[in-house]
């Protein structure tokens, strides 16, 4: 049995790729129209030499089927295969779009000189990569990819979701969340090496937090296509990301911050935000403001805190509110990932897939996500939703509870 799969959404240069599950054809355009067009580009082309964020070599290949008027992507590096959102042919080119909105990948493509490769670029958050399809087939593979995953998902078809399962349980079991603070002991070389105590002198802990979050994007890049470590304390991250100068992926990064902020005396944890779907998630960091009585959501992946309209600050249960009521979002002035500057409405798109439901640890310590062993997990899910056979509470307010002094 072939293991390779057609999927419409996984982690892809970054961020999400959406296709679709039917053959795909260039936009109002008729088979015949789809056929004359694609009978030059027609076969089975591979480019084995695609560099995914300067980490990751990747292998690519084309199927272009002339007769069903179909193109197709394949990737080794995530064993699946990619319908385009769409394609067209102008003139000479091959231009193939992948992606939702917020992650566009434009991939555009002539024929070589010989006729025996299709040369041109992929293009996505603003870089440019040169790619080279050499041709390997003057027919396009077929049949040999099961059909599995799910459709893709639109950001209306997710922000309904939210609205239909928006109700929590009012009861359950309390879970007893610990976090271990002020450890400087553990922290000494962290504290020298990055001269920690001179960025967070005499801050308030809102202020804490934006100078940490800052200081964490200041250090170190955002890749989502990173491995994640076997240890994970920040001396294990840090060393991680030390050796891999194109950065580390959400999850590290929330991590990271969270503990630095346990460091200098803030609640604070990485949460796993999921889709309704199995799939891919996003990890953000939940911080706890005594001085206003409230979490703040970090997310260190775009240099991020988010207010409401009347300048409070969110966390993660009202942004999920104000995504499904339609509300308004506002970042601060600095965020972007890796420097580049936010686009709300892209954001939005992006972190629409991921506010379904919750997961996060239970005892917070120096290298407590290791191998999570001995550290209980919990998933939090709306009522109703059972699909998820790891779901451990419907009880937000438990998921969500203050901490206790």
Same mark, same amino acid.
């Given at each position: 049995?072939?293991?390779?799969?057609?999927?419409?959404?996984? $982690?892809? %240069? @970054?961020?999400?790729?959406?296709?679709?599950?039917?053959?795909?054809?260039?936009?109002?355009?008729?088979?015949?129209?789809?056929? #004359?067009?694609?009978?030059?580009?027609?076969?089975?082309?591979?480019?084995?030499?695609?560099?995914? %964020?300067?980490?990751? &070599?990747?292998?690519?290949?084309?199927?272009?089927?002339?007769?069903?008027?179909?193109?197709?992507?394949?990737?080794?590096?995530?064993?699946?295969?990619?319908?385009?959102? +769409?394609?067209?042919?102008? =003139?000479? &080119?091959?231009?193939?779009?992948?992606?939702?909105?917020?992650?566009?990948?434009?991939?555009?493509?002539?024929?070589?000189?010989?006729?025996?490769?299709?040369?041109?670029?992929?293009?996505?958050? *603003?870089?440019?990569? +040169? $790619?080279?399809?050499?041709?390997?087939?003057?027919?396009?593979?077929?049949?040999?990819?099961?059909?599995?995953?799910?459709?893709?998902?639109?950001?209306?078809?997710?922000?309904? +979701?939210? !609205?239909?399962?928006?109700?929590?349980?009012?009861?359950?079991?309390?879970?007893?969340?610990?976090?271990?603070?002020?450890?400087?002991?553990?922290?000494?070389? %962290?504290?020298? !090496?990055?001269? %920690?105590?001179?960025? =967070?002198?005499?801050?308030?802990?809102?202020? /804490?937090?934006?100078?940490?979050?800052?200081? $964490?994007?200041?250090?170190? /890049?955002?890749? *989502?296509?990173?491995?994640?470590?076997?240890?994970?304390?920040?001396?294990?991250?840090?060393?991680?990301?030390?050796?891999?100068?194109?950065?580390?992926?959400?999850?590290?990064?929330?991590?990271?911050?969270?503990?630095?902020?346990?460091?200098?005396?803030?609640?604070? &944890?990485?949460?796993?935000?999921?889709?309704?779907? +199995?799939?891919?998630?996003? $990890?953000?960091?939940?911080?706890?403001?005594?001085?206003?009585?409230?979490?703040?959501?970090?997310?260190?992946?775009?240099?991020? /805190?988010?207010?409401?309209?009347?300048? &409070?600050?969110?966390?993660?249960? =009202?942004?999920? #509110?104000?995504?499904?009521?339609?509300?308004?979002?506002?970042?601060?002035?600095?965020?972007?990932?890796?420097?580049?500057?936010?686009?709300?409405? @892209?954001?939005?798109?992006?972190?629409?897939?991921?506010?379904? !439901?919750?997961?996060?640890?239970?005892?917070?310590?120096?290298?407590?996500?290791?191998?999570?062993?001995?550290?209980?997990?919990?998933?939090?899910?709306?009522?109703?939703?059972?699909?998820?056979?790891?779901? #451990?509470?419907?009880?937000?307010?438990?998921?969500?509870?203050?901490?206790?002094?």
């Amino acid at each position: 049995m072939n293991t390779k799969r057609i999927v419409s959404a996984v $982690v892809f %240069l @970054s961020m999400l790729v959406f296709g679709s599950c039917k053959p795909s054809r260039g936009v109002s355009q008729n088979l015949t129209e789809v056929q #004359t067009q694609t009978a030059n580009f027609h076969g089975k082309w591979q480019d084995d030499n695609v560099m995914i %964020l300067s980490e990751h &070599k990747d292998s690519w290949t084309l199927n272009i089927d002339a007769i069903e008027g179909s193109v197709t992507l394949s990737s080794t590096l995530f064993n699946a295969e990619f319908v385009p959102v +769409d394609w067209k042919i102008e =003139t000479d &080119k091959l231009i193939v779009s992948m992606n939702d909105e917020a992650n566009r990948l434009i991939i555009t493509l002539i024929h070589s000189k010989d006729g025996n490769a299709l040369e041109g670029i992929y293009t996505q958050h *603003g870089a440019t990569t +040169d $790619v080279s399809f050499v041709k390997l087939s003057d027919e396009p593979e077929k049949g040999t990819l099961s059909v599995g995953g799910h459709p893709p998902i639109s950001c209306d078809e997710r922000i309904q +979701d939210l !609205r239909d399962f928006a109700e929590f349980a009012e009861f359950g079991d309390i879970i007893h969340f610990s976090y271990d603070l002020n450890r400087r002991d553990l922290y000494a070389g %962290l504290i020298e !090496r990055f001269n %920690l105590d001179s960025i =967070t002198a005499g801050y308030s802990d809102v202020e /804490l937090m934006v100078a940490l979050l800052n200081w $964490v994007c200041d250090n170190f /890049l955002h890749n *989502g296509m990173s491995n994640m470590p076997n240890e994970r304390d920040a001396f294990a991250l840090i060393n991680y990301l030390d050796n891999n100068p194109s950065g580390g992926n959400c999850r590290i990064l929330a991590i990271l911050l969270a503990e630095v902020l346990r460091l200098y005396g803030i609640e604070a &944890k990485h949460i796993t935000a999921h889709p309704k779907e +199995d799939g891919n998630v996003h $990890v953000v960091t939940h911080a706890y403001s005594r001085e206003l009585r409230q979490w703040i959501m970090l997310d260190p992946t775009f240099r991020l /805190l988010l207010t409401d309209e009347n300048g &409070k600050y969110l966390d993660v249960p =009202t942004l999920r #509110t104000i995504f499904a009521n339609g509300g308004d979002i506002f970042p601060n002035k600095n965020a972007g990932r890796n420097n580049q500057p936010l686009d709300v409405g @892209s954001y939005r798109i992006f972190m629409a897939d991921y506010l379904f !439901r919750f997961s996060c640890g239970t005892n917070f310590t120096f290298g407590s996500e290791d191998n999570r062993t001995g550290n209980p997990r919990n998933m939090l899910a709306p009522i109703g939703y059972s699909d998820d056979q790891s779901v #451990t509470t419907h009880f937000a307010n438990a998921f969500w509870a203050t901490p206790t002094l």
